[in-house]
């Protein structure tokens, strides 16, 4: 099955530790993002990459920071300078320009 | 930037009555709309999008959405729904020449049978 698949579901980590969280996609998509989901602010854009070996900050970049090194991987790191990392996030992908977007099952970060 | 607004932050319906949530967004130019919804514990899947053409899509499971350019708004319909359409549902917008995707705050439903 085609789909993106974003790892591990929940994760947990003390304040001041980097995380970083997985997606991965085997839709031959060009165009992969990452948002943040809080509740009452719908989703909002952290970072998103066009093509590989290049990436755009979103609305949210501060305190985060991703790589795109392979077609089917966008990695995103949540650094220890990110002031409120504990919220759901979501990673996208979509063939490119405006179609739709495909997304992942999302991981839930808490830090404490 | 664009913005995308959503006014009913939470709606409750009985089945079988009628469901419409507002969408309105901010760009002059020509964009392309979305509604997503997420289901409790599932990922957020496409209802229906427009590109162009017809002002009036229908989407999966009965939904359907009006553009009206004039107002800049794209709502979401339902002539009667079920307990199943329980869920969030979130509109989205892009511009045409542009990569990034704007969402709404959402639209929790709950549906009572």
């Known amino acids: 099955d085609g789909g993106i698949t974003q790892s591990p579901k929940y994760l947990f980590r003390k304040e001041g530790q980097n995380v970083t969280l997985s997606c991965e996609q085997n839709l031959n998509h060009d165009a992969m993002y990452w948002y943040r989901q809080d509740p009452g602010q719908g989703l909002r854009l952290i970072y998103y990459?066009?093509?590989?070996?290049?990436?755009q900050k979103g609305d949210i970049a501060e305190g985060y920071s991703v790589s795109r090194e392979k077609k089917e991987s966008f990695p995103l790191t949540v650094t220890s300078a990110q002031k409120n990392p504990t919220a759901f996030y979501l990673c996208a992908s979509t063939t490119g320009g405006q179609d739709e977007q495909y997304f992942g099952p999302g991981t839930r970060l808490t830090v404490t | 930037a664009q913005s995308v607004s959503q006014h009913n932050h939470h709606v409750i319906l009985s089945e079988a009555a009628s469901l419409e949530l507002g969408c309105n967004y901010s760009y002059g130019g020509t964009v392309n709309l979305f509604w997503y919804v997420q289901y409790p514990g599932q990922h957020l899947q496409l209802l229906l999008k427009?590109?162009?053409?017809?002002?009036l899509v229908k989407g999966i499971k009965g939904f359907e959405a009006e553009f009206i350019k004039s107002k800049f708004s794209f709502n979401l319909r339902k002539p009667s729904v079920q307990w199943s359409d329980t869920a969030e549902y979130f509109c989205a917008v892009n511009s045409n020449t542009g990569n990034q995707f704007y969402f709404g705050t959402g639209t929790s439903l709950t549906v009572i049978p």
């Open positions: 990459s066009q093509i590989v070996n290049d990436f």
């Open positions: 427009y590109f162009s053409g017809d002002p």
